[in-house]
């Protein structure tokens, strides 16, 4: 079964910074308009960021100005760049299509914001 791996998540101090990556051996990104979701504890999973074809982008109103998210579709990867992080932005992590493809998600990357 196909899935998206997501990693570089972790524990870091408010203000602090982190890059998620995404792969999927298997998908070709280069096919799809791409996303970053987020479940935060006890929350419903929630939409971050999308990226359509190389340079189109979107992001959710609490991340805009600190998270960037970029593909490569040749190497059928992607980032989500993550700076001045807030408490509330503690989450699992997950990449996807957009919209979502329900198959294709992955465990996700833990991010904890914490002092």
């Known amino acids: 079964q196909v899935q998206f791996v997501e990693s570089g998540g972790g524990l870091v101090q408010p203000g602090g910074s982190l890059t998620l990556s995404c792969a999927a051996p298997g998908i070709t990104f280069s096919v799809y308009n791409m996303a970053w979701y987020r479940q935060p504890p006890g929350k419903p999973r929630e939409w971050v960021a999308l990226i359509v074809s190389h340079t189109s982008t979107d992001y959710a109103d609490s991340v805009k100005g600190r998270f960037t998210i970029s593909k490569d579709n040749a190497k059928n990867t992607m980032s989500l760049q993550m700076k001045d992080l807030k408490p509330e932005d503690t989450a699992v992590y997950y990449c996807?299509?957009?919209?979502?493809?329900?198959?294709?998600w992955g465990q996700g990357t833990q991010v904890t914001v914490s002092s």
């Open positions: 996807n299509t957009f919209p979502m493809t329900r198959e294709y």
